[in-house]
């Protein structure tokens, strides 16, 4: 059987190449039917089937074709340099794959920035890494699909932003004329604050800590934090930071400044009404 195989070695490595492509589809197809039923993520499990059945498909067509490739070795000595250096991103594509798979800065799902480009991972081979670009100011994806060579996460440091997924400490300014007093509203801007954030005030202590018992720090959260500054022409800055559910950052943060806006105008026309004012 083995004989007649390297007798057949052209027509073994159609069929070995045709059998293990389909049973590799056939099987992310299944595993990514079974995890949309039960409503999981399995894209870590998806890539890593991807990698092994393509590993175990170069090996047995290397074993049909070893001699051949020994004497084409022999046969290119004195080109071996110039074919590393031909092939010299392709193999450091390789090395970072191997990186990423050994010391797991990331997996699949995690939110990471690399090079400036923050996305959530999809999918790694052995050549790129695929991210679902995400808009990092505002939590949100923008539709765009990132392909980071497997060598950058070698040459660039990685910023693994998985904890923004679920909760982040969303930080915004608003900033005003000095007109008024910023301190005749501060105390009730504060309460209103810590109403927004009621609904979830439990869940956001809880994963607040878990955050701090990973990372040994101390992190803003869950009470809301509002300061009072000036800025370089002297307008009045309302420093606000919130640890809330990523989704519903921008949400919290726009009632917020509804609740400031309406705080600071019944003071400005409350300022409006005074003698002086009126004169």
């Not at 007798?7 to 039917?33: D, N, P, W």
């Not at 040459?155 to 930080?171: A, D, E, G, M």
Request: proline fraction near 3%.
């Amino acid at each position: 059987m083995i004989e007649l195989i390297y007798q057949h070695r052209l027509i073994s490595t159609l069929a070995v190449a045709i059998v293990m492509i389909s049973f590799k589809y056939s099987l992310v197809s299944l595993v990514r039917k079974r995890a949309k039923k039960k409503g999981l993520d399995k894209r870590y499990l998806v890539s890593n089937i991807k990698n092994l059945l393509n590993f175990i498909m170069i090996v047995l067509l290397l074993s049909f074709w070893i001699d051949e490739i020994q004497n084409f070795a022999l046969s290119i000595a004195a080109f071996a340099v110039a074919i590393v250096i031909a092939t010299r991103e392709f193999i450091q594509c390789i090395i970072g794959f191997f990186y990423v798979m050994s010391t797991r800065p990331f997996r699949i799902g995690d939110w990471i920035q690399v090079d400036g480009f923050a996305g959530e991972v999809s999918a790694i081979d052995w050549v790129k890494t695929t991210m679902l670009e995400v808009d990092i100011d505002r939590y949100q994806y923008s539709g765009k699909t990132l392909y980071v060579p497997n060598n950058r996460l070698i040459s660039s440091p990685i910023k693994n932003l998985n904890f923004l997924k679920r909760y982040v400490t969303h930080h915004f300014t608003i900033t005003r004329d000095e007109d008024i007093n910023p301190y005749l509203i501060i105390d009730n801007l504060r309460e209103k604050a810590k109403h927004q954030c009621a609904d979830f005030y439990d869940v956001a202590t809880r994963y607040n800590q878990i955050i701090e018992r990973r990372l040994d720090v101390t992190i803003p959260g869950p009470e809301p934090v509002i300061e009072v500054s000036t800025n370089n022409v002297g307008h009045t800055e309302i420093r606000c930071t919130i640890f809330c559910p990523t989704e519903r950052a921008i949400e919290i943060e726009q009632k917020i400044m509804q609740e400031f806006m309406e705080l600071w105008f019944v003071e400005f026309n409350k300022l409006q009404q005074l003698p002086q004012h009126r004169n």
